[in-house]
């Protein structure tokens, strides 16, 4: 099995930043792309930033110059910056991995549990 667990959530005031990592653990041949979703209250879950296995990116337009995602193949994990933040980005985000894992040849979706980022105003 793959497992996903993020981290760097919390409490930050307008203005201030956070650094959420994704780490994937277990049975994995290789990664593809990985990224980050968020779901804020009474709204649907929305893509927030995707990097691909070869490093290229793409964000939603209303992080874009704010948030910066990236990756550490080596360590199969992934990081979200996040800079500048709004109270408009108070949601719960979530890590997601396309994994191709040991023996098999596509990649399965798989998803971490969730981390709370609050934005104060």
């Known amino acids: 099995q793959v497992q996903l667990v993020e981290s760097g959530g919390g409490l930050v005031q307008a203005g201030g930043s956070l650094r959420l990592s994704c780490a994937a653990s277990?049975?994995?041949?290789?990664?593809?792309?990985m990224g980050w979703y968020r779901r804020a209250p009474g709204k649907q879950r929305e893509l927030v930033a995707v990097?691909?296995?070869?490093?290229?990116?793409n964000y939603a337009d209303s992080v874009k110059g704010r948030f910066t995602i990236s990756r550490d193949n080596a360590k199969n994990t992934v990081y979200l910056q996040m800079n500048s933040l709004k109270p408009e980005d108070t949601a719960v985000y979530y890590c997601?991995?396309?994994?191709?894992?040991?023996?098999?040849?596509?990649?399965?979706?798989?998803w971490g549990q969730g981390t709370q980022v609050t934005v104060s105003s």
């Open positions: 997601n991995a396309a994994v191709i894992r040991q023996g098999l040849v596509y990649p399965n979706n798989y």
């Open positions: 277990g049975s994995i041949f290789r990664i593809n792309a």
């Open positions: 990097i691909n296995g070869g490093g290229t990116t």
